[in-house]
């Protein structure tokens, strides 16, 4: 095969997987038009704050489904507060990362963040952590600085951290 046959199909597989990726962001996107988290958004958030959240997160299942959906809530809150231009890359993120390709490509996570295990997450991020690529270091980045600081935003979760709260003046 000749150099150019060969940049020929590099280009038209890179422009057809991009525009695939943003056929699925309009019509799959991370974030619903009223701002709430996506089916796809809330299971890539479960397993991010299961993974980052470990020892914090209630053992006894009914408790950590309990905290975990307020988790949820409070994400979906603070991405509220983000400007509109960060809503919108944020929800192209998670699109994204909402498909097998995507999350393949910038987490190296095997299966669907509903069926990963922990300790699988736990790998995914440490790798974009890890990765020479700003693209997966801002990825893990914002990923797990949502879910850190949605979770202990919320008073009940300061106790954990040894928090009183804040001073009464």
């Not at 996506?38 to 890539?44: E, P």
């Not at 470990?54 to 408790?63: H, I, R, T």
């Amino acid at each position: 095969m000749q150099r150019r046959t060969l940049l020929r199909l590099g280009l038209g597989a890179g422009a057809v997987l991009a525009a695939a990726g943003y056929g699925v962001a309009i019509w799959s996107p991370g974030l619903a038009a009223d701002g709430r988290l996506g089916d796809g958004a809330r299971q890539i958030f479960s397993s991010v704050a299961a993974a980052v959240l470990e020892g914090n997160l209630p053992e006894p299942p009914a408790e950590r489904q309990t905290a975990l959906a307020a988790h949820l809530a409070r994400v979906q809150t603070a991405i509220g507060g983000l400007p509109p231009a960060t809503r919108q890359e944020l929800s192209d993120l998670l699109a994204l990362l909402s498909t097998a390709p995507g999350r393949l490509l910038l987490t190296g996570l095997p299966v669907a963040w509903a069926e990963a295990e922990t300790r699988q997450t736990q790998a995914a991020l440490q790798t974009m952590r890890r990765s020479s690529s700003q693209t997966r270091q801002q990825v893990y980045q914002a990923l797990r600085e949502l879910t850190v600081a949605a979770y202990f935003s919320d008073a009940s979760t300061w106790q954990q951290l040894g928090y009183p709260g804040p001073l009464k003046i």
